[in-house]
């Protein structure tokens, strides 16, 4: 009878149990489903043998489901979203690489064996839990037809007049509309593919001759920079705004001493969380590149980028400064860097920050040896990366001489007084505190680079990629993203003084707000023979 009871809280549960952890509470599981009485009658209705097949294969299902919602969990946790059926598949390699990269190979190996294992065990007790159900009610044949006609008219009766404990319905058909859910999303990216073809061919400067492009710019230095993870939830949240606040004014105050101005606005991401390479190819290539299909499609295609269109021009070099890039990267050539520089090609010889491969400092001055202070050189366009404020923001590196950099061994010192990422993210508090800073050390890096090598003729343009994980969010559903424009050439500003940008480098609450995506035809627009 134990082992009976458990089977069936185990299957009501699995059920029940909601997709994410923000919406599991005594009331989502205190209910009456539907869907286990809809299957009561289907196996009764089965002969012994068909009876207990079938319950084996409706538990193996509900099992799948439940592993489904687990899955769901850790992407509502991490990116705001469910698990995508159709295009997700390849980020569980890059999960473990994550993983190996913060807390070791150790955590590695135990966080896949930790899965499987889990995934092993949901699946054989639900299919065991149905099976004994099923056994159960064809031993007592007559009670359990009995009691399931009477839990499906409590069901009937309870939708129908829609009662309610504690503003939850009683009588649910959740898991239907799950699956319902599920479906759908699966159709809709089967679909998406022919969307995307469309949306890829549609390009307004595709013909413009290459002299007639970023007429605006011919001559400066431009360098687009993307700071990881920084959201407005920096800028935003009460917790964080102070010091986010006193750290953009004192960027703003570097920068005046050294001549420049900036305007801010806001961009809305793709995506949040993660997913930085999806954020970086929809603000270049002006296209909403929402999943990885999308992208495997556009760094495939002929479609040109903004950095593409510097490069069509002749009138730069361009590069790229993207340290978190380990491995291979074939996309590179598609964004048209004619050179690129990843973490094991800036002169780096000290540790690694968790993932961070190379701290944000150190990238900057490698920027400046390697490119940007050599003489008689060309004008450059630069795509660099900032990495140190990437998840789980622990340890972090902190300001000092930019002299004493050297080749990086500086930082073994820096991290060893750093503190532990297991230990950090035991609280969502201490999360949110070790993100506030690593955004900050960023925001520095980047600042005191300008003011320290800018001139005349630098034009900087930086922004976020997404928000955090919505432990720092705090679930918000917001996307935006801060972006800014830096330049100590006035005429540079004034063409794009129609945006309604902000002055300096924190972009107002009422500032525009743009999808990501419509950034590069903006910017094109505006620093073209007509702008201004």
Known sequence: MGTTVLAAVFVIVADLVPDRLDRITLQSVIRLPVEPILLAIVLLALPAKARRVGAVVAGAFLGLTTVLKFIDMGFYQTLARPFDLVFDWTLFSDGADWVKDSFGRSGEV???????????????????AVLRLADTMGRHRSTAVGTTLVLG????TCFTLSVEFGSVPFATKGY?????????????????AKVFAKQLHVDKYANTPSDQL??????????????????????DDPAMAPEIDATLQQGDARLKAAGFASRSGWLRSPVTGAG??????????GLWIKNQERYRTLTTSDR?????YFQKTGAWRTVGIVPGVRKSWPEGKYFGLDHIYDSTHLGYQGPYFSWTPVPDQFSLEAFQKLEHGKKNRDPIMAEIILASSHNPWSPIAHMIDWKDLGDGKIFYKIKKEGTNPT????????????????????????????????????????LGDHQPVPTVTRGTANRDVPVTIVARDPKVLDRVANWGWTDGLKPAPNAPEWTMDTFRDRFMAAYGPNGG
Not at 113 to 127: E, H, K, N, Q
């Open 110 to 128: 135990l966080a896949v064996i930790g899965v499987i294992v889990l995934f092993i065990a949901v699946l054989v007790l639900s299919a065991l």
């Open 153 to 156: 008219t409590v069901w009937i």
């Open 176 to 192: 239907s509309q799950f699956l319902a859910h599920r479906m759908q999303s699966v159709s809709d990216g089967l679909g998406d």
């Open 214 to 235: 970023l007429t605006g710019l011919r001559g400066k230095d431009v360098m687009f920079t993307f700071i990881e993870s920084y959201g407005r939830v920096a800028i």
């Open 276 to 285: 930085s390479w999806l954020a970086h190819s929809t603000f270049l290539s």
């Open 304 to 308: 040109a980028t903004l950095t593409r």
């Open 423 to 462: 230990e950090v993210w035991k609280s969502a508090s201490r999360v949110r505190t070790e993100y506030r800073k690593a955004i900050q050390y960023s925001l520095d890096s980047l600042t005191e680079w300008m003011q320290r090598y800018g001139d005349d003729n630098t034009v900087l343009v930086f």
